[in-house]
């Protein structure tokens, strides 16, 4: 069972050949750096710097949410393999302006392993680097061990946040406080009823049977909560929401929040749009205010099929932050 | 006819044979990590290994850095978990043999032990975990046990050393990396990483007993 | 053979459900308007009217189009079906503010006939209706019967620059005729690899065998100029191009353009990224200056996999427009 | 017992008739909108005939309004060119039968003869471009030579009629609506709308013949 037809090139190419054509969608705007790094042009001087990246295979995140307002550049990795060490240096560098660098990338081991070797690389260097980690996913450990958790979509909002405090603070101390406030502030939990496929082999990511929906799964097919029978989508929404609300992130009754539906790549936006409306009274029931919606296909995995709930808290220096707008592949906002 | 020592040249010839051992294990290395991860380990493993091929075809000073650049090789080619993992194997591993112009039994245990520790203190986990460590450290174990005796012994006796962890860790749970949430699910299934190993040491044993 | 396994509720409400959830999308920014029909609040007074319009299931067009200088409104019809000519004239109506409604729309048999009761009606109201149809669809049918040509993806820069030109200009003649021009300059070519269900009943849209790939096939899988063997993305790009370049719009060296890789549905942006990167040089070489390029997947059928390749060639006054900022569900640019 | 004419009553039971056979074929009807067009003409006759049995539930003033609303309901239930073409079909067909308080076999020839001319006003379309044209076309031309004869023999040559119709139209090659650039390919399938048109004019036959 394999359901890849992919109009591609060199399987082993994909990363390099993706990442060719991404900076090509810059129109000039972002420019390649050293092996596999995409960093902006026109970087605002003497500025804290925001480094993002992970695996390729997911576009357009990450290494799509280089942008104006958004990220200063990106590492990427190869198809669902984080960036080595040096390709985390080369962007290090790129978009370091004497201000240092923060370090924002999903919690996933190799991603942890190849950025912390990068940054002992770019300390060499003399640049000094910080860390902040998005570990958005509900489901892939209990509250207390936020540790364990895996960033997926909530990463698109949390980096829309940091963007635009890049853009507006002058410390990296700064820009590390807000950030890590809108990780603090971020939740998400994701559904999958088809895997996506490998590239290089067009295998499937995993293996689910037609009749169920894998509840809390991972963009890569990594176990939930659990299998449920598949259902409708006014079912499945406040299953999903439970789980949100069911964890650590207080959500009061008048609390604004940016609301975001995701697709994990091939779940139609008729899908989004219909599961919007079945989620978006849950949330008005509890009170809570939707200052944003947000509804697309940002974060994926090849032709994946699922979608993710992703919830953002904002206080008031965050809801002016998201208010600024913002350009880049993968999201913008006027 | 089994060697007693390898020079600097024997030794990339070996790494050359880990290296094709490991490109032809790839479709079984991905599936083992398609049953817990998310499917790429024999992918990645096979372009560091090809990074290697093309990294040892420069030569080597010595042992010490035909060591070391393999794990340069796959740590800049690969990414992902195990591109940091095994190249941090290779290079710690390999600094334990600076000034060694000869590779012997004590070699092989001073190696495998530098990169355990080394893969230890960078990744976090811990013999138990459901990682390649499961392989390797039954591995070195043995290695540190057998250092006495002759290399094709001792080679020997590592690679069964590390087949047998890697059978070991089907019943463990996985905790780390991408597979960390399967939890109970993971059991029944061994790990890529220790899949990996096994062949790495099974493939310098071939050939030093070749 | 059925790919689909859809999150939805009734399969026959999914029209109404996904718009719905489209209103809610916009925040407030637009609401639901009679049956079936999206339209802004706050439009601009005494401005003539963008109206835009066609089935659903291929969202985010066209109601995701409705947006700040985007579309002022569309109407929504069922499933793959053209919106019947009263909920065509209730959107005319809600849009109108006294100087006439534009209707643009892709050319199907069925929304021309709806709309163009729809007109007769709005007619009988006192209001004025010009019509322009979108026919950019190279491979539907010869350039000297564009009458009989598809509109495909071409509808999306069409309708940026139409409802930029909405925004800013204060007679229906000065819309239709920037909107014409618009039309006139631009032409689209699509592929397609896999076909999409119809969510009523899950059924596959067409057929379509694994080692295939059909060349200038409609959004629905209307057949276009042929089978070819799957192939790479360079050996595909080029055939593509040649097919717009092949057709009667002139583009000539030094002739700026918008260039727009549009995804089917579930053809992942990956590909999408490769396929420009095999198509932007050969677009150079000819000496086309590419003023902007659009990636993503806006003209969809469901989880159908294919691409298409658009080009609208910018004079000053199409470039100005362009150059405004517009926000919209299906696109939005700074 | 066959019908020698029918009041306005008869005329709604018929045309519940004429809906309940239409729903029974969405998925043949469908089927044959695959083959050439987008594949949902049943999912759209089945939405519009729903909405005329809601219609009709009210029942109607005359003849005339029985025949129109059908078309009123499916125009604005349906969309898509169907919704059109049908909706204009049955507003126009029944239009001719305005101040009539029986429907007869010449009332049939009007009804048919009035639509069609408003549906290729309409649409554009002519017999031999593959629509339900090709259905409604011949039934027109019979009924208007049957239109002396009894209302169940008019009616079931009527039927006869369209189902030759609808077969002839497999020969065709398909220039207009969806299908309109499949060309060549079309040819050996039925359009899916002249389809319809014959399980219509069977179902008033069958009702009239009962
Ligand atoms: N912290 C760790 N310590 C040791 N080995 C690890 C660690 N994390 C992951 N691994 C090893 O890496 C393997 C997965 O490698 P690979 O699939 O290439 O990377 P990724 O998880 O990034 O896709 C696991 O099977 C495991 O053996
Ligand atoms: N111009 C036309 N004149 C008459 N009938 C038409 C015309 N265009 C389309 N049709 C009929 O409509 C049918 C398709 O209906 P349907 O599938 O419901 O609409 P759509 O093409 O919008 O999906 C065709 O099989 C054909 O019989
Ligand atoms: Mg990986
Ligand atoms: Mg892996
Ligand atoms: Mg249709
Ligand atoms: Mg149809």
């Known amino acids: ?334 | 006819m089994p060697k007693s020592t390898l020079s600097t040249a024997e030794v990339i010839e070996m790494l050359n044979l880990v290296a094709d051992r490991i490109i032809e294990a790839e479709p079984m290395l991905s599936e083992a990590d398609r049953n817990l991860g998310d499917g790429d380990h024999g992918l990645g493993m096979k372009r560091g290994m090809e990074a290697v091929k093309e990294k040892l075809a420069a030569g080597a000073e010595n042992i010490e850095k035909a060591f070391s650049n393999t794990g340069m090789a796959m740590m800049s080619s690969m990414g992902g978990a195990s591109g940091a993992i095994f190249g941090t194997f290779w290079r710690a591993g390999g600094k334990t043999l600076a000034g060694k112009d000869q590779f012997d039994a004590e070699g092989l245990a001073s190696l495998i032990k530098g990169g355990l520790d080394s893969v230890m203190a960078r990744g976090g986990a811990k013999p138990g975990d459901k990682t390649m460590i499961d392989a390797l450290h039954p591995a070195s174990l043995k290695a540190a046990e057998v250092a006495s005796q002759s290399l094709p012994d001792a080679a020997q006796a590592v690679a069964q050393a590390a087949v047998d962890g890697r059978d070991a860790s089907k019943a463990m749970i996985a905790t780390m990396g991408r597979a960390k949430t399967l939890g109970e699910q993971s059991i029944g299934h061994p790990d890529a990483g220790a899949c990996s190993v096994a062949v790495i040491f099974q493939a310098m044993s071939d050939y030093i007993s070749a």
Chains 1, 3 share one sequence.
């Open chain 1, 1 to 334: 069972m394999n359901s890849a037809k992919k109009i591609i090139n060199n399987p082993n190419a994909c990363a390099d050949e993706l990442l060719e054509g991404l900076v090509l969608a810059y129109d000039g705007k972002a420019r390649k750096v050293g092996k596999r790094s995409i960093v902006m042009n026109d970087l605002r001087p003497d500025a804290p710097a925001l480094l993002v990246g992970g695996g390729a295979g997911h576009e357009p995140i990450y290494h799509g949410l280089v942008g104006k307002n958004m990220a200063d550049g990106a590492a990427c990795g190869d198809i669902f393999a984080a960036p080595p060490p040096d390709i985390v240096l080369e962007a290090t560098q790129a978009v370091n302006r004497g201000k240092g660098v923060l370090y924002l990338y999903g919690n996933y081991a190799g991603d942890v392993l190849n950025f912390d070797i990068g940054a002992e690389l770019a300390a060499d260097e003399g640049i000094e680097v910080r860390t902040v980690l998005i570990h958005d996913d509900v489901a892939s450990a209990p509250a207390a061990e936020k540790h364990k958790r895996r960033g997926v979509a909530g990463l698109v909002p949390i980096t829309k946040l940091a963007g635009a405090a890049a853009a507006s603070v002058d410390s990296l101390d700064e820009l590390e406080r807000i950030t890590r406030k809108a990780v603090a502030n971020t939740r998400s939990v994701g559904v999958s009823t088809k895997p996506g496929s490998i590239p290089a082999t067009g295998a499937p990511t995993f293996e689910l049977a037609d009749d169920v929906i894998g509840l809390g799964m991972g963009i890569h097919g990594e176990k939930g909560v659990g299998l449920i029978p598949m259902c409708t989508a006014d079912e499945l929404a406040p299953k999903m929401l439970d789980l949100l609300f069911g964890d650590d992130l207080e959500l009061n009754a008048g609390d604004e929040i940016v609301f975001f539906v995701n697709s994990l790549g091939s779940t139609h936006m008729m899908e989004l749009l219909i599961l919007l409306r079945s989620a978006r009274p849950i949330l008005e029931k509890r009170g809570l205010k939707i200052h944003h919606t947000m509804v697309g296909d940002i974060v994926t995995c090849q032709e994946m099929a699922g979608v993710s709930f992703s919830i953002t808290k904002l206080d008031d220096e965050l809801k002016r932050l998201w208010d600024m707008p913002c350009s880049s592949v993968g999201y913008t906002k006027l």
